[in-house]
């Protein structure tokens, strides 16, 4: 997604983009976003929430929270996105002064870890999203808080990254993190080595592997797992690929490490899985 700048006289941005594999950089800005998939699928990093997406998933996330969008470009169109982003300025100065607007300052308050929400009401919004592109002043500002208002009347929602997880470290470990986050985002489909990633930052492998542990909770190979298998799933439901061509497109090299992995954090196999989903 591009780096979209809010106008000095605009209180908020809205653009509609494409998501490309050169697009995938984590970034983070000091603005809230609302972004929804308007078309296609691909993968996506929040904090320290791996998943894959697709049309129709709508996404609220908070002011410096770390995150990265790539589309697969691999089964048809490029993946469109439209994209909201306001300030944190208009949430706290504005939002704060009227009781009526209560719901949707908790709810911007929620979006320190990401909310993913789903529901009926999305389509909605979805429609919203689309009228706003065109629209100017007073009828823009009126729209956006009609968006506001349905967001906070959809009661399924997925909090994403970790409770705390801005708080967790300093700006330099951010940055750290990031970097090692991009390079699996990109990377996974191929083996990764401890060593070439500990040398991303300077640091023995045995040194990362306390510093990573420690920041994150969760081992190198556990997020490289988490980031395969998530890309797998995907795969297995959205495309009619043998499982040994899923398993090597996920990076994995023996298709039996790709079951044991599979069923460790799926709770069944890829086939299972697959029939599952497509007897839904």
Partial sequence: M???????????????????????TVHSHVN?????????????FIGDYFSSYESGDLVLLGPNLPHCWEGNIDEGDTPKNIAIRFTENFVNDNLTKF?????????????????HFKGPLVEKIKIQLEKLLTEK???????????????????DREYLSSVGYLEQSSQSDFKRINK?????????????????VSGLICMTPRAFCRYFKEKTGKTLFE?????????????????HKTIADISYLSGYTTIVNFYKQFKELKDMSPKEYRNLKFSI
């Avoid at 006289?9 to 494409?18: G, P």
């Avoid at 976003?33 to 996506?44: A, F, T």
């Avoid at 002043?137 to 009661?155: A, D, N, Q, V, Y």
């Fill in 2 to 24: 591009k780096n979209t700048v809010i106008p000095e006289k605009r209180t908020f941005a809205i653009y509609e983009a494409d998501v490309t594999p050169a697009s995938a």
């Fill in 32 to 44: 809230y976003e609302l972004n929804y998939v308007k078309s296609g699928w691909g993968k996506r």
């Fill in 99 to 115: 009781p009526e607007l209560e719901h949707a300052l908790q709810l911007f308050r929620d979006a320190t870890q990401g909310i």
């Fill in 137 to 155: 002043g007073i009828g823009s500002l009126s729209r956006l808080l009609k968006i506001f208002e349905l967001l906070t009347k959809i009661e």
């Fill in 180 to 196: 090692i986050y991009e390079y699996i985002f990109l990377n996974f489909h191929r083996p990764i080595t401890l060593n070439e």
């Fill in 223 to 239: 997020i490289i797992k988490q980031v395969r298998i998530s890309y797998a799933c995907k795969l297995l439901t959205s495309s």
